[in-house]
């Protein structure tokens, strides 16, 4: 949140996302981090490790077949999509 003024709004919509009341969320909220469209192009850049999405789905792969989650790697290309952050970069 970049305002304090719009706590009321950010908490209303950040609450009804995960179907509790603003109240109940609040105390969420020193740990919730909205990123800025040039830090949310920056995660879907590919690389290695926890600073981008791809590294660290990939940390989770390794984790989960470890675990016994699933036996096969999984391929996050397939199910990973940044076009939806990459078209709004290009609006003016």
């Known amino acids: ?22 109240e109940e969320y609040e105390p969420f909220l020193k740990g919730t981090y909205i990123l800025t469209l040039d830090e949310a192009l920056k995660r879907w850049e590919k690389g290695e490790g926890l600073s981008n999405v791809y590294g660290s789905s990939k940390i989770v792969d390794d984790f989960n ?9 999984q391929d996050v290309d397939k199910y990973l999509d940044p ?5 709004l970069s290009t609006k003016e």
């Open 1 to 22: 949140m970049r305002d304090e003024a719009n706590v009321d709004e950010v908490l209303k919509i950040l609450s009804a996302r995960v179907k509790i009341t603003p």
């Open 65 to 73: 077949l470890k675990a016994g989650v699933y036996e096969k790697t």
């Open 83 to 87: 076009s939806i952050t990459k078209a």
